[in-house]
Each structure stands twice: as structure tokens, then as C-alpha cells.
């Protein structure tokens, strides 16, 4: 059964830290792994990693992935309290030529000001 | 570009009635999902559509959720009887669909459903 594990759970901090959010996963059959953000109720996409050790960011957000070790973390520098939400790890598995999304718990973090 | 929409917003219903919620993908988009996302949890495929056909509902409790994409745009997702289990968010996500190099999937607002 196709695995997505993301650590912390959730994570408090204040205004200006620097964060760091893991997630890591066990699956067949590998496309990609895609990062959302969840304020209200509809995730938003932040990323997706297809190659591992190739960067991508997006202002103060970054990720990476490391497809030997099999897990991703996203960062996010000088938080904001608009960067309270929960964040969802998902990896996008191929699925008979139908691709799907095998989501991880989220980690809630809570940006104190 | 209109979103995903979703409709209700909020349901509160008592256990062992009925509900139905309905979900209009992005225009042109051939592929519609529908999630469940318990709460503390990240959200779980429930069904996916390619146009009108199932590709994959294995993990749809088949004996009281059914779900339908009839003409290969907007979908309803039924549950009859509801159980206490089944309050969550129910999130409908499209995207462009197989071929597409790019398929990221949108997310609708969701629907938050209570069974009391």
C-alpha cells in the first residue's frame, strides 16, 4: 500500500523563523510529489518535484526532492502569519494511465506574530 | 478561469439519511476526483473520473456511496445511508486529464458535512 508520511504533525512559531517540514514516502510506481497549502478547505498548489536535488522556489517557499532517500522537505523563510495553514504532501502515482494522488497527514503550522 | 465549484457548502444531517453533493470541474477539464478528508487527516480518493467512465473507485464504500459524471462535466457524489464516520470535508478536484504532461489537479471549496 502506497505510504505518505509527513513530520511535524504541527509546529509553532514566531513571526520571521524559518521553517522546515518533511515528508517522506513509500510507493510504486513514482511520478512526481507535489506540495499544497490548506487555509480554509481547498488545498492550493505550492510545488511539484519531479527530479531529485533540482530546487524549486517560489519567493520565500522552497523545496527539494531526494528520490534515493525517498522524501522532500519544504521550506519556508521568514514566515508570515499568512503562512498559517496546514501543508499537504501528496505523491502522484501511475495508475494504469490514470495518475492519482496518495496524500500525507499534513503538518498544521501556526505562525505566531 | 472560473474554479472548481462545489455545492452545498456546509451539510448537517442526521445518521441513516441521505445526501448528495454536486461538483462542476473546470471547463475542458476531463478528469474529476473526489476526495473525503476526515478530520487531522490529508484527503482520500474516493472515485476518479476520465470523462464519463470510472477509472478508479476502490476505495468508494460502495455499499452506501455512489457517485456519477453523466455526460463527462459536472458529477454528484451520494451517500445513503450516512454513518457518523462519513462527517468530513468532501473535496472535488479536476484537472486536464491523460496525455497531458502538466496535470495538476484544482481543488473546489469542499463541502463540510456533520452526521449527528
Known amino acids: 500500500e502506497d505510504k505518505v508520511v509527513q513530520s511535524p504533525l504541527s509546529l509553532v512559531v514566531h513571526e520571521g523563523d524559518t521553517v522546515t517540514l518533511n515528508c517522506s514516502y513509500e510507493v510504486t510506481n513514482f511520478r512526481s510529489l507535489l506540495w499544497y497549502k490548506q487555509e480554509k478547505k481547498a488545498p492550493t498548489f505550492l510545488f511539484m518535484l519531479t527530479s531529485s536535488g533540482i530546487e524549486k522556489k517560489s519567493g520565500r517557499l522552497s523545496s527539494i526532492l531526494d528520490k534515493k532517500e525517498l522524501f522532500s522537505i519544504l521550506n519556508i523563510t521568514a514566515t508570515q502569519t499568512g503562512d498559517s495553514a496546514i501543508y499537504l504532501c501528496?505523491?502522484?502515482?501511475?495508475?494504469?494511465?490514470?495518475?492519482?494522488?496518495?496524500f500525507g497527514t499534513g503538518t498544521r503550522l501556526t505562525i505566531i506574530p | 478561469e472560473a474554479g472548481v465549484a462545489q455545492s452545498p457548502r456546509y451539510k448537517i444531517i442526521e445518521k441513516r439519511q441521505s445526501v448528495a453533493f454536486w461538483c462542476n470541474p473546470i471547463s475542458g477539464h476531463a478528469t474529476l476526483y473526489w476526495y473525503q478528508q476526515i478530520l487531522g487527516q490529508g484527503p482520500k480518493l474516493l472515485i476518479q473520473?476520465?470523462?464519463?467512465?470510472?477509472?478508479?473507485d476502490s476505495q468508494l464504500p460502495k455499499d452506501r456511496f455512489s457517485a456519477e459524471r453523466l455526460k463527462g462535466v459536472d458529477s454528484t457524489l451520494k451517500i445513503q445511508p450516512a454513518k457518523l464516520e462519513d462527517s468530513a470535508v468532501y473535496l472535488c478536484a479536476s484537472s486536464l486529464g491523460r496525455g497531458h504532461s502538466y496535470n495538476e489537479q484544482f481543488f473546489g471549496p469542499g463541502t463540510r458535512l456533520t452526521v449527528l
Open positions: 501528496a505523491v502522484e502515482v501511475a495508475n494504469f494511465g490514470n495518475e492519482k494522488l496518495t
Open positions: 473520473f476520465q470523462n464519463n467512465g470510472v477509472v478508479d
